[in-house]
């Protein structure tokens, strides 16, 4: 069974500073996908980034960014120039080729003004 | 189309009633999912469909739940003779599956289950 481990319950950090939120997991497999989600307060999840595991550059979408160890099975991101507006709960998930995604506890992100 | 829609949003029942949630995904996705998320938690899988197959279930998901597909297209999730450890948020997520498989998954709002 695939696990993934968020170790860090909550974090906060300052307006337009760089933070860093954790997720390591555990698996056997070797084709699988690794994603960021965010929740924020009463709103729906939506996709962050995603990497394929294959895939040896790590993924980067604007402000947002990954880092990817495939042999540590460490997954972070790591957010730039931190907005108010990224105040919400981070969730690393995990999903092997065609089958359901698993997620992580949360990490509680406050971006303070 | 406006996204995966949920209903009701939010649910309020006595314990040992019977609750139906309902969700309809993105038109041209083929797989479902449905997972249960409590407060501060991250979602918890419970069940998925391919089209109308369900290709697999939680063990998380009782006896007490069943989830349906019947065409392909919206789907339900019944759960009997509810319980105050049923309240919870069930999220509905869908995607595209097989040959358009991307890994992405687009969530609804939710249903907010409160057992009293």
């Known amino acids: 069974a695939q696990t993934v481990t968020q170790s860090q319950p909550e974090m906060s950090v300052q307006e337009a500073e760089t933070v860093t939120l954790s997720c390591t997991y555990d698996t056997s497999e070797n084709n699988y996908y690794l994603f960021w989600y965010k929740q924020p307060p009463s709103r729906q999840m939506i996709l962050v980034i995603r990497q394929e595991a294959y895939k040896q550059q790590n993924a980067t979408e604007n402000r947002f960014s990954v880092n990817f160890q495939k042999a540590a099975k460490s997954f972070s991101l790591k957010i730039s120039d931190s907005q108010l507006g990224d105040t919400a709960m981070y969730f690393c998930a995990f999903m092997k080729h065609n089958n359901d995604m698993r997620f992580g506890a949360g990490t509680r992100l406050t971006v303070k003004p | 189309d406006t996204g995966v829609s949920q209903d009701p949003r939010h649910k309020i029942t006595k314990r040992g009633q019977n609750v139906t949630f309902r969700c309809d995904p993105i038109?041209?996705?083929?797989?479902l999912y449905w997972y249960r998320q409590t407060l501060g938690q991250g979602p918890e899988f419970l069940t998925y469909f391919q089209n109308e197959a369900q290709l697999e279930k939680s063990r998380l998901l009782s006896d007490r739940f069943s989830a349906e597909r019947p065409k392909g297209s919206f789907s339900t999730l019944e759960i009997q003779r509810t319980e105050q450890g049923d309240s919870a948020m069930y999220l509905c997520?869908?995607?595209?599956?097989?040959?358009?498989?991307?890994?992405?998954?687009?969530f609804g709002e939710g249903s907010r289950l409160t057992v009293l």
């Open positions: 997520a869908s995607s595209l599956g097989l040959a358009g498989f991307t890994g992405e998954l687009f």
């Open positions: 038109s041209e996705h083929n797989r």
